[in-house]
């Protein structure tokens, strides 16, 4: 690296995992690759023999691929909540986990849309979606508000980088002859110009006070698919809000999970720390403390008026053959943040990662028990049934996981996981406020500024 | 235009199911097999369902002769994202088998679980694929879309066109569903519900008629006479 410009430990950290890569990352993604083959391979099965090898059955014409749909739209939040609203809040501790949030979204998404090509009858007949679209239908609406959301937020997590890509490209000098390309086109030219960065920070915000609102309606319609019908507990006001409180919930926690790893495996404990765990943890308790509301209205509501069919799954959910599922679900959302989060000792790493880990699987949890309970109880009686996956839908699950975690792994192995002229910016902020402090000053050098080597 | 509709006289049916066996042959559905047909895959366009009510000893038995209700507000139709479900002039709620991307949303959005998905590709025993409807109307529909109930209507373009050839006005009474021809007790009634003169359209008043889940606003067409 003779030819090397001096590089700070902020950029030294951030180009590391991009310029090495050790026996670590291969094993886990040769370990993820596996699962992801077999995901495949059922998938595979299941596209040439028919969706017979679910456990579908009439009438529950929906399983977990649904769920998984349900969740992984809901975790994209993640990207949006982190990046979006904490920027237009100016929350400075966002700064150095913004991207690995963004990254989130985009591939969540990715997932999300997968689910619903895997649960598709006829997956070749896709674009008859744009030849004869319906937009009465709710899918309809998830297509077209999903689309907008998909793109918007690749935009969103584009926009930013552009400084950091061009970083790359004029300190990587001895960079792999196709990093040096990727980096040269996808820099698109910048050169740090204070006119440049008037225009890209403007072209943020505006994406970020985008961004919101079609989150907000992602997660709506997407409540909506079943909101929109007569189905016993599907048919509900309080779906549209609820789905976004669980969005939110599942999208920090699962956020957690990932920044923790990549935390530990690159280093990056010297700008990820603790003021990030404990303000994301007071926000996933404060999240499953929205989250026990809801679900209290929801099937207090419910008992109170105890309206034969909507009581019928109801009590299938609560005392009958989901109890496991349902009280498991609430232990895992409520009682296991709660008994960490609320002290200051629990919103560390090791107490949040915890935490996080019930709440994805207890937030999966619920995304099945939203889909299949009323599915199984329909109001005529007589066509009760009952689901259960089978390991064609268990594979294809696991895989669909594996595959978001690979994806986001080899992102950062290819773009730098921290936005470094925004950390930049943070840690210059909070140098001049320091002393400002004291004058009760609301930082007069907000403006740019640029690395001085 | 007529408004097709159908009366079931649960007084009258003996749950014999020949009605199901008289539309599997006319409609060309599939044989699941009993495995399957236990998961609940089985595909019968008008199925004879038992239903207990009651618990023992204080316990009745019913069957319902089940068809598609063809709503006049169907909660299938307005879901589907690429128009593949809809309701004729004649107020038949029918599937373009050939647009069907099989998301399966109509399945889950009718309250009567009329909607059969294809599972697998469709198969038949070979005697039974020997005796197959060879009109291309009820051609097999192919793996992965939804089906179901059509109150026959090849038979309807089969009755409207042989009134054509053989030069007269088609009547209401022209054309009936293979189950309602079939029916052993006949316990089911077919025609024009916008006739005041129809049989179906009085029966449909009588006292004893109602629908499933009339309170859900979907305007069934199909009416049943309670059984005493």
């Known amino acids: 690296m003779s030819a090397q410009p001096q590089l700070s430990d902020l950029e030294r950290t951030v180009f590391k995992p991009l310029q090495k890569t050790g026996l670590g990352f291969y094993t886990v993604g040769a370990a993820l690759g596996l699962v992801i083959l077999w995901g495949a391979y059922m998938y595979v099965a299941q596209l040439g023999q028919g969706l017979g090898l679910t456990g579908m059955s009439r009438p529950v014409y929906w399983g977990v691929y649904l769920s998984n749909f349900i969740f992984f739209t809901g975790i994209s939040m993640a990207g949006t909540l982190i990046s979006a609203i904490l920027r237009v809040t100016q929350a400075n501790w966002r700064r150095p986990i913004t991207r690995l949030a963004e990254a989130i979204t985009g591939f969540a998404l990715a997932l999300g849309a997968l689910q619903i090509l895997i649960d598709m009858g006829r997956v070749d007949r896709l674009l008859n979606v744009l030849i004869y679209g319906r937009f009465q239908s709710p899918m309809l609406w998830d297509f077209t508000c999903i689309g907008v959301y998909f793109l918007s937020s690749i935009f969103y997590l584009y926009l930013p980088m552009i400084p950091d890509l061009a970083r790359l490209r004029d300190k990587w000098t001895d960079a792999p002859k196709w990093r040096r390309w990727l980096y040269r086109v996808l820099a698109l030219g910048w050169r740090g110009s204070a006119e440049q960065f008037h225009r890209l920070e403007k072209l943020i915000s505006l994406m970020a006070i985008v961004l919101i609102p079609t989150a907000a309606m992602v997660h709506t319609v997407v409540s909506w698919l079943f909101g929109m019908t007569i189905q016993p507990m599907w048919h509900s006001t309080i779906f549209g809000p609820y789905f976004i409180v669980g969005a939110i919930f599942s999208g920090i926690a699962l956020l957690f999970i990932f920044m923790t790893l990549i935390r530990r495996a690159w280093h990056l404990e010297a700008y990820i720390g603790d003021r990030q765990y404990n303000y994301l943890g007071l926000l996933l308790l404060a999240m499953s403390a929205f989250w026990m509301y809801f679900t209290l209205a929801e099937n207090l509501t419910t008992f109170y008026g105890a309206v034969t069919d909507e009581m019928t799954v109801d009590q299938a959910k609560l005392l009958g053959s989901f109890r496991w599922l349902f009280w498991g679900m609430v232990f895992l959302n409520a009682v296991v943040p709660f008994a960490i989060l609320v002290w200051r000792r629990g919103r560390t790493p090791l107490g949040t990662f915890v935490a996080s880990i019930a709440v994805v699987i207890g937030m999966w949890l619920e995304r099945y028990l939203i889909v299949i309970p009323s599915l199984t109880r329909p109001r005529l009686a007589f066509e009760w049934a009952s689901y259960l996956p089978t390991w064609t839908e268990i594979a294809i699950t696991f895989g669909s996981f594996a595959l978001l975690a690979l994806l986001y792994l080899v992102f950062f192995k290819i773009f730098p996981i921290m936005a470094l002229w925004e950390v930049e910016e943070g840690q210059t902020i909070e140098a001049r406020r320091a002393p400002a402090t004291a004058l009760n000053d609301q930082s007069p050098g907000f403006g740019r500024t640029m690395p001085s080597d | ?228």
Request: hydrophobic share 35%; proline share 9%; glycine share 4%.
């Open chain 2, 1 to 228: 235009m007529p408004r097709w509709g159908m009366v079931i006289d649960l007084d009258k049916c003996v749950a014999c199911q020949s009605c199901s066996v008289a539309c599997r042959m006319e409609n060309n559905t599939p044989i699941a097999g009993p495995e399957e047909a236990e998961r609940g895959r089985a595909i019968l366009w008008n199925e004879v369902i038992p239903s207990v009510e009651g618990e023992y000893p204080n316990v009745k038995m019913r069957f319902v002769p089940r068809p598609c209700m063809h709503c006049d507000d169907p909660a299938c139709v307005k879901v589907c994202p690429v128009q593949a479900t809809y309701k004729n002039e004649d107020g038949i709620v029918l599937i373009d088998y050939d647009r069907c991307i099989g998301c399966r949303f109509c399945t889950v959005a009718c309250p009567y679980s009329v909607r059969y998905f294809n599972w697998y590709e469709p198969q038949w025993p070979d005697a039974l694929r020997a005796h197959l409807n060879p009109d291309p109307e009820v051609a097999p529909r192919p793996k992965g879309v939804v089906e179901k109930c059509t109150f026959c209507i090849q038979r309807l373009h089969q009755a409207q066109q042989q009134a054509k050839d053989e030069g007269r006005v088609f009547q209401a009474s022209d054309y009936v569903p293979a189950c309602v021809e079939t029916c052993t007790a006949r316990a089911r009634y077919f025609g024009d519900l916008d006739d005041p003169n129809s049989l179906v359209s009085q029966l449909a008043k009588s006292p004893r008629a109602y629908r499933l889940l009339e309170e859900l606003g979907t305007q069934p067409k199909v009416f049943y006479l309670r059984d005493g």
